[in-house]
C-alpha cells in the first residue's frame, strides 16, 4: 500500500523560503517518479514539478528559477525548496507519486499541507 507523508508547510513572508519534504513508503523506487501539486481556493490543481528516479526534474513556468524539487531515493523521500515565495504561491500543496509502469499511469497522493504567503 502507497502512502505519503508531507511535512513543512506553513505560513512565510513574501520573500521568504520554505521547504517540503514527503516520504514514500510501499513504492518500488526506481518505477515511481515524485512531485508536487499545488490547488489554490477557487482553482485546478497543477504540477508544480517532478523528479524521476534518475534525477530529470520538471517544473512549472512559474515557479522556475525559485524553486528546487530533490529526490532521496535511498529514503524514497522527495523535497521541494521554495525561495522567493510570492502571494501567489499560496495553495495547498500535495505530494505526488506515479508509477510509471501501469497503464494508465497510477497516482497517489499526500493529504496535503498548506502554504500561506502573506505579510
Known amino acids: 500500500q502507497v502512502q505519503l507523508v508531507e511535512s513543512g508547510g506553513g505560513l512565510v513572508q513574501p520573500g521568504g523560503s520554505l521547504r517540503l519534504s514527503c516520504a514514500a513508503s510501499?513504492?518500488?523506487?526506481?518505477?515511481?517518479?515524485m512531485g508536487w501539486y499545488r490547488q489554490a481556493p477557487g482553482k485546478q490543481r497543477e504540477l508544480v514539478a517532478s523528479?524521476?528516479?534518475?534525477?530529470?526534474?520538471n517544473y512549472a513556468d512559474s515557479v522556475k528559477g525559485r524553486f528546487t524539487i530533490s529526490r532521496d531515493n535511498a529514503k524514497n523521500t522527495v523535497y521541494l525548496q521554495m525561495n522567493s515565495l510570492k502571494p501567489e504561491d499560496t495553495a495547498v500543496y500535495y505530494c505526488?507519486?506515479?508509477?510509471?509502469?501501469?497503464?494508465?499511469?497510477?497516482?497517489?497522493w499526500g493529504q496535503g499541507t498548506q502554504v500561506t504567503v502573506s505579510s
Open positions: 505526488n507519486t506515479r508509477n510509471l509502469v501501469t497503464r494508465p499511469p497510477a497516482d497517489y
Open positions: 510501499g513504492i518500488i523506487a526506481p518505477i515511481y517518479a
Open positions: 523528479i524521476t528516479y534518475s534525477g530529470r526534474t
